[in-house]
């Protein structure tokens, strides 16, 4: 017996959309840890067009730096120069030749990015360092039997390291105690191709974190390195969704069903 439930909502669009163009829509009071099917529906002057769907997951934390509070996140005072926040279309934009990405991690040139320059004044291991807001681990996820065992958070991101000239990025998990503790959890340098990545690592907190994200400069010009939606969240990483959604229309209806976990790999248990 099919058991799945729908929920309707229309979108209105305040005419033509254009090409490339991102749109964005809140949905709110999901249910952790449920899975969502998610419908969308354009709707033209001449009916209903194709529709596209995708699976989507509760998350604790996910910043796409689409806006300019950066999600909290905050550039380190004691570094050598900053991160800047990017798009394709921002004006004023004076890309590098030979890297550096035309696009957030969706192929949107509207979409924005986080990203180091690495032209002039920048020196050779010049270093960029960008800070998460302050965690608190919940010791509530660790059962008692195994209350020497840390909880677990997996930590996504997609990165863009185009260039003859990469350095280096870098991932350290900042423990918040007496004394401040980095650890490097993950890192990867040189050239990795004019494309976007996925990198998922397990982080294991002893107490409040930060995640710092540190770009390196490395020995010339063509060395720009970008991040794009950053995803802390409780438990083991897993695979992710294709993240591949194109419509265009002037009115969207979307549908929203909760999936029962046996149609499901991503689910739980």
């Not at 058991?3 to 964005?24: A, F, S």
């Not at 005072?77 to 030979?98: L, V």
């Not at 608190?136 to 930590?155: E, L, R």
Request: glycine share 8%.
């Amino acid at each position: 017996m099919d058991q799945t439930r729908w929920w309707e909502q229309e979108i209105p669009i305040g005419g033509p959309i254009q090409k490339g163009q991102l749109l964005t829509y809140n949905l709110t009071e999901l249910i952790k840890p449920e899975s969502y099917l998610v419908r969308l529906t354009p709707i033209t002057r001449y009916g209903e067009g194709d529709a596209s769907e995708r699976t989507i997951t509760y998350r604790e934390f996910h910043c796409s730096f689409e806006e300019e509070a950066l999600c909290s996140f905050s550039q380190d005072k004691s570094d050598e120069f900053d991160w800047i926040r990017q798009s394709g279309t921002k004006e004023g934009t004076t890309y590098t030749p030979n890297t550096g990405p035309s696009s957030d991690h969706t192929g949107s040139s509207q979409g924005f990015y986080m990203f180091i320059e690495t032209s002039r004044p920048r020196l050779e291991g010049d270093k960029a360092r960008l800070m998460s807001p302050t965690f608190n681990i919940n010791t509530k996820s660790v059962s008692s039997s195994s209350a020497s065992k840390n909880p677990t958070y997996c930590f996504t991101f997609y990165y863009h390291m185009f260039g003859k000239h990469i350095g280096a990025l870098n991932i350290f998990l900042r423990l918040k105690g007496q004394m401040l503790t980095d650890t490097l959890i993950w890192s990867l340098t040189g050239n990795q191709g004019n494309y976007w990545q996925q990198a998922r690592v397990n982080i294991h907190p002893t107490t409040t974190f930060q995640v710092v994200m540190e770009g390196v400069r490395g020995s010339g010009i063509e060395g720009n390195i970008a991040i794009d939606d950053v995803t802390i969240e409780e438990g083991e990483c897993k695979d992710s969704p294709s993240n591949s959604v194109s419509v265009c229309a002037w009115l969207f209806v979307l549908y929203v069903s909760v999936l029962p976990c046996d149609r499901l790999a991503t689910c739980p248990g």
